[in-house]
Nanobody
Framework: VQLQASGGGLVQAGGSLRLSCAASEGTFSTYTVGWFRQVPGKEREFVGAIRSGRTYYDDSVKGRFTISRDSAQNTANLQMNSLKPDDTAVYYC??????????????????WGQGTQVTVSS
């Protein structure tokens, strides 16, 4: 599976962005899709995931970010509202079959998109 992430950009604090992760295969709907972010010098950190129709979020984004899936388009989306400067990072989508207890672990995701930069100005 090849993943293509898009939708990043520069936004002011309080603004919104919508990231998309497009997959090359129709079986994409069977995968868990995770969104992660990374800043230079730090490890890739979990943002949220969608697995079997349920969504999971890190506490830092809960209530502000929403993950959805469009099976007809083979995409998974990350709607980000009320953005903060601390949300600035390269955002990645990953796909795989992590067990629920490992859903936050990036090593459990087999396929990755190329990353898209999100910059939130204060």
């Amino acid at each position: 599976v090849q993943l293509q992430a898009s939708g990043g950009g520069l936004v002011q604090a309080g603004g919104s962005l919508r990231l998309s992760c497009a997959a090359s295969e129709g079986t994409f709907s069977t995968y868990t899709v995770g969104w992660f972010r990374q800043v230079p010098g730090k490890e890739r950190e979990f943002v949220g995931a969608i697995r079997s129709g349920r969504t999971y979020y890190d506490d830092s984004v809960k209530g502000r970010f929403t993950i959805s899936r469009d099976s007809a388009q083979n995409t998974a989306n990350l709607q980000m509202n009320s953005l903060k400067p601390d949300d600035t990072a390269v955002y990645y989508c990953g796909a795989g079959w992590p067990i629920l207890s490992e859903i936050r672990n990036p090593s459990q995701y087999r396929y990755w998109g190329q990353g898209t930069q999100v910059t939130v100005s204060s």
